[in-house]
């Protein structure tokens, strides 16, 4: 195997590796012996060019160059160009005159060149360009007629710069506009209309910027948005999304406390916020909702997912929910609550004290179901009954007892892994059911082990919660004795100081028959007035 990919590496580094420099009699490099082909990676050096065209050269790549030889004028050799990419070069700045040569470009990347502004119809020579890549560069200032004169173009990347500022009507040009990546910079705000032209945009990605706000009208002409990417992109706070039906919302770490989504979605990764209150206006077309490290309780819950038929993966670990307990009386007020199609829950590091029987929230169709780490002290086998598909159950970090695991395992023969350590079970208990449940096919740790939880959002802060009704016990292994010392450390502390005393005894011995002591009382004798007069 290791063979095969060496092979195919050399074989694709065949492709990007420099081509050999040729030079003509006056030492000046002849490009179209150089790169005869149509395909040419350069990796400039100072030097003067011949006067022979490249007629033949398609893509053209020049990477580690410096700032004196990026030679804009080798474009007057290469006039069938289709892709230019400049990567690693000191390129501060680009003229439209300079580009005037390959107006048959389509395709331009420049990539950590440094540049650091768009000026007005900067690339309006090449008007057949479809994608423009300028991410990882140093643009702060972005003209608003800089994209004029390239109707084409599909993809413009301008991630990891320093753009602080989008100017109203800086994308009306771009009316065939797919992908739009502006991630990475500082922008705070952005202008109301500012896509209004972009009617075809399916990616935007803002994420990695630092928001304040975001005007709920500004993504309503994005009637074909598949991506929207707002994660990390600032402090949001409360926000209001115009959305028709996007495929995948990211809006993970950006401290939202409020949202409301008037629209659709088929996937939400929003962890790591702050959110009390989530709503959705269209709830049908909803597949995976991702929720884990928020402020949701069991009411925010239920309201959400009412209407969620299509609802397949939902994780809703480190919230404050403390019940799954089914509201019969608001269910016949609103009408049924079900959700048929779950088939992946996650309900790790909440508040559960129980889990009910009739909860909608407990599908039939579930295979995954994630319980620990909450505060359960009792799980009857029958209030499981209803999940006759179940192939993996977590219910570490509890405060089990007893569990009646020869009936679950009856029940639940498709059960592939089951988690169950860092209880309080009975001594005994634990290795009768791994014996058990191993000899079964169903994977079981062999030993309990004391798991140490990683803080990584906001609501651990303050967990386990204080005002948890449950009993607080010991954590497993520590005893009464001392909150942080075991029966083992006490007595491992007490051999040592036995140790201790018996070299000091031994030393003294020493001292003693070495005739050091006697030695040391005569020198201090000696040193002492009133002790060398007697």
Not at 3 to 23: D, E
């Amino acid at each position: 195997m290791y063979f095969y990919l060496c092979l195919l590496g050399c074989f694709c580094g065949l492709r990007i590796a420099a081509a050999a420099v040729v030079l003509d009699a006056l030492g000046r490099l002849n490009l179209s012996a150089t790169c005869p082909d149509t395909f040419c990676s350069l990796t400039e050096k100072p030097m003067p060019y011949s006067d022979t065209p490249a007629l033949q050269l398609r893509e053209l790549h020049l990477s580690n160059c410096s700032r004196e030889s990026v030679p804009w004028i080798l474009l007057n050799l290469t006039p069938g160009l289709r892709t230019l990419v400049i990567r690693n070069c000191g390129s501060y700045g680009i003229s439209k005159e300079s580009l005037m040569p390959v107006v048959n470009l389509t395709s331009l990347q420049m990539q950590r060149t440094n540049l650091w502004a768009l000026r007005a119809d900067q690339f309006s020579m090449i008007p057949k360009l479809e994608i423009l890549e300028l991410g990882h560069n140093i643009l702060y200032r972005v003209n608003a007629n800089a994209f004029n004169g390239i109707p084409k173009l599909k993809l413009l990347g301008l991630q990891g710069n320093g753009i602080e500022e989008i100017r109203e009507n800086t994308f009306d040009p771009l009316l065939e506009l797919v992908h739009l990546d502006l991630s990475g910079n500082l922008i705070e705000k952005l202008p109301k209309d500012i896509f209004a032209n972009n009617t075809k945009l399916e990616t935007l990605l803002l994420n990695g910027n630092h928001l304040t706000t975001l005007l709920s009208d500004t993504l309503i002409p994005l009637t074909n948005l598949r991506l929207l990417d707002l994660g990390r992109a600032g402090q949001l706070d409360n926000l209001m999304l115009n959305i028709i039906n996007v495929q995948t919302l990211v809006l993970e770490g950006s401290s939202l406390t409020d949202l409301i989504i008037q629209g659709g979605f088929i996937r939400l990764k929003a962890s790591n916020n702050e959110l009390s209150h989530l709503y959705v206006g269209n709830k049908s077309s909803v597949i995976e909702m991702d929720l884990h490290g928020n402020l949701l309780n069991g009411n925010d819950t239920y309201n959400l997912l009412r209407g969620m038929w299509s609802l397949e993966r939902l994780d809703l670990s480190k919230n404050i929910i403390e019940s799954l307990a089914f509201n019969e009386a608001y269910s016949e007020q609103q009408g049924l609550y079900i959700l048929p199609s779950l088939k992946y829950l996650n309900m790790a590091n909440n508040r559960l004290v129980s889990i009910p029987s009739d909860s909608p929230i407990l599908s039939s169709r579930l295979t995954y179901l994630d319980l620990s780490h909450n505060l359960l002290l009792t799980l009857e086998v029958e209030k499981l009954a209803g999940l006759p598909n179940l192939e993996v159950l977590y219910l570490e970090g509890n405060r089990l007892s007893d569990f009646d695991y020869k009936q679950f395992h009856s029940k639940h023969e498709t059960l592939k892994e089951l988690a169950l350590q860092d209880n309080h079970w009975s001594p005994g208990l634990y290795r009768k059911m791994f014996i058990y449940l191993n000899d079964r096919g169903v994977r079981l740790q062999a030993r309990i082990e004391h798991k140490v939880q990683i803080n990584d959002s906001q609501v651990d802060i303050d967990w386990p919660p204080k005002e948890a009704s449950a009993q607080k016990l010991d954590a497993a292994g520590v005893t009464g004795i001392h909150p942080y010392w075991t029966l083992r450390d006490i007595l491992a502390f007490a051999t040592l100081l036995v140790v201790l005393a018996i070299l000091l005894m031994n030393l003294y011995h020493i001292l003693e028959e070495e005739g050091c002591l006697r030695r040391f009382r005569r020198w201090r004798r000696s040193t002492v007035p009133g002790e060398q007069l007697q």
